[in-house]
């Protein structure tokens, strides 16, 4: 089982709406877990963090599910400029230095 | 404050030429990291070095060496390129603690032909 899974979409999302997707992790004892947004041709860079008790950064909303080891994004009134990949990436535990990464979902908004 | 710089941004070799991928951070983060990045592959860990003076494996580091020259630099050198390894090459960046996550470079768009 790979350590992180994302559905890659593409997501096609009319502007306005609300679009949300999840991406799941194998290693239950993974401590830290973040989403990315990658641009085309561009870096990832980093979108919020994830803690346990979910978190809003305006548009965007980001939880986490132990039980079920998943966390889940969330983008409300969807911009235009929301269209990118968006990366799961988690801590596998601590004293591990190397964070693992889904390979994306891929959201496109429609006018 | 530049983050996370590598050069050169764009290269085209031929089979079996060598080069040196070079990337700086200024943040004083601890570990760095290079990646390698495919069309539907997702982002794949060549090398990473957690302090000065370590270096380990990735998942995909065959073919690559890579020299952590101090702490603000990690070199990646491609000693006799082939076609495979025409890919996007990034640098990353993290201060090492349980909580952050990574600075990541611009890139580098390599073809070998």
């Known amino acids: 089982r790979k350590e992180v899974e994302q559905d890659p979409g593409p997501f096609n999302v009319p502007e306005g709406a609300t679009v949300a997707f999840n991406c799941t992790y194998s290693n239950s004892a993974s401590q830290s877990f973040f989403w990315y947004r990658q641009d085309c041709r561009k870096e990832p860079k980093l979108l919020m963090s994830v803690y346990s008790s979910g978190n809003e950064d305006g548009r965007f909303t980001a939880q986490l599910n132990r039980a079920s080891q998943y966390i889940s994004l969330l983008i409300r009134d969807s911009k235009l400029s929301d269209s990118a990949t968006y990366l799961c990436?988690?801590?596998?535990?601590?004293?591990?230095?190397?964070?693992?990464f889904g390979k994306g979902n891929q959201v496109v908004v429609i006018p | 404050n530049a983050g996370v710089t590598q050069t050169p941004k764009f290269q085209v070799l031929k089979t079996g030429q060598s080069m040196t991928l070079q990337c700086a951070q200024d943040m004083n983060h601890n570990s760095m990291y290079w990646y390698r990045q495919d069309p539907g592959m997702g982002l794949r860990l060549i090398y990473y070095?957690?302090?000065?003076?370590?270096?380990d494996k990735g998942e995909v580091p065959n073919g690559y060496n890579v020299s952590r020259l101090n702490k603000r630099e990690f070199s990646l050198r491609l000693e006799s390129a082939a076609p495979s390894q025409t890919s996007v090459y990034f640098c990353a960046s993290r201060i090492s603690l349980g909580d952050s996550g990574y600075t990541f470079g611009s890139g580098t768009r390599l073809t070998v032909v």
């Open positions: 070095s957690a302090s000065e003076g370590t270096t």
């Open positions: 990436v988690v801590v596998p535990d601590y004293g591990n230095n190397r964070l693992a």
